[in-house]
């Protein structure tokens, strides 16, 4: 007995209406239907953080909210950061800074990153730290993506 | 995907006592990171939920004319954690808050669904028993205000009845007025994870004694707990190390520790005992500075 709902959100600053099956993931909506593959599948719950989206601003595991849930709101997902062709600030301090090694979870940090710049406020290096304590990377240390995000806030390293 | 056969979403929490009470079945699912992950585990199969998602208001944390401070049970962590009512006067619940999960988690999970999932390991329950708070409790016949220290039955296990739906989470300010606290998570990792321990402690001081303690443990029992022993050991005392030391190792006979892969009994207890000295200590620099010898 499938079940379906119909849910408009904008995704990216483009509005959608579809139907989606009550028993989908946000994660597999934006992969599957709108084909949206810089959202990463990896834990499945919400530990690892690659499948991080913007929900009205603010990070969530896409992997552990229903898609009937995104019904009326504003998602971005990486494919949404960059502006006609030119890498964000953050995505150019992640490259400047050699941030991305297999970049599994690269997407899920610009996206927290993105969250931190357009806070306007100011972070201290510890409170950095916790704001991208939700994202595993499995590559290498997290040295270099946290200057990434350091150099994005125009905090000195 | 996982295994819903249905979700009902509720615009009122009218409608949604409505559809508990013709619907007993009805999983209450708040922020969905506990619900969602135990049917990606296969501990909850076929589930029909009811969301509270879409019920304005349900989130709002205010102080109310006596002086009560009242949080909505949708309140989500992060919230709780950035709400300036809370960091002035619950500022335990702050630090307890930010220590939930990572920031998504917080930016989704609940206080409410973190204290009606029963988990001994809420970084909230331990908090919320310190500050003596109480749940209000909404079903179609009525409200009732349970003391969160009854509402805990065993693991996993809380006094909701099915009808019932968690509304607000109440702080009187008898509860919290003059004092000063501390929260300490002990786990693995900073985040992510866990705690291994969770210590909560809240007391008042006057003329350089204990007026008022409390102390509570996550993690040290099959419910989270108050340590009466040490609490009525502390009040009257001096305020010196001694007697903090002393009221640690009393805070060890309220639980009920044992061995689990995350830690054994004997090392939970040893927690208790330091933990709890330290968390004391610390709040009463926080509250004030009286000179420790």
Known sequence: MDKYEKISMVVNGKAYSLEVDIRESLLEVLRNRLHLTGVKQGCSVGECGACTVLIDGFPVNSCIYLAVWADGRKITTIEGVSKEGELSKVQQAFVDEGAVQCGFCTPGLVLTATALTESGRKYSDEEIKREISGHLCRCTGYNKIFNAVKRALDVDC | MF???????????????????????????????????KMRNGA???AELLSLRNIPGMDEIRILDNG???????????????????NENLPVLSEAAVSVGGP?????????????????????????????????????????????????????????????????????????????GCYIKYSGRKAMDIAMLGVSVV?????????????????AAPVPIRCSEAEAYAIGKEISDKTMKETGRYAVKASRARDSWRASKAYREHLIEVLVFRALKEAVIRGGGVDIG
Request: hydrophobic share 45%; proline share 4%; charged share 20%.
């Open chain 2, 68 to 86: 009560t401070i009242s949080i909505g049970a949708m309140a989500a962590f992060a919230k709780i954690a950035r709400s300036s009512i809370i």
């Open chain 2, 104 to 180: 998504q988690i917080r930016n989704m999970a609940t206080i409410g669904g973190n204290i009606c999932n029963g988990a001994v390991s809420a970084d909230s329950a331990a908090t919320l028993l310190a500050y003596n708070a109480e749940l209000k409790l909404l079903s179609r016949s009525g409200s009732r205000t349970v003391p969160v220290s009854e509402f805990y039955a065993g693991p996993g296990k809380v006094n909701l009845l099915p009808a019932e739906i968690l509304t607000d989470i109440l702080i009187p300010e008898a509860g919290y007025g003059r004092t000063s």
């Open chain 2, 203 to 219: 007391c008042k001081t006057e003329g350089g004694k204990f007026s008022d303690v409390r102390i509570a443990l996550g993690v």
């Open chain 2, 3 to 37: 295994d819903i056969v249905n979700i009902e979403k509720p615009g009122t929490l009218e409608a949604a006592l409505e559809m508990l009470s013709r619907n007993p079945e009805l999983k209450i699912i708040a922020g969905g990171t506990d619900v969602l992950i």
């Open chain 2, 44 to 46: 909850l199969e076929e």
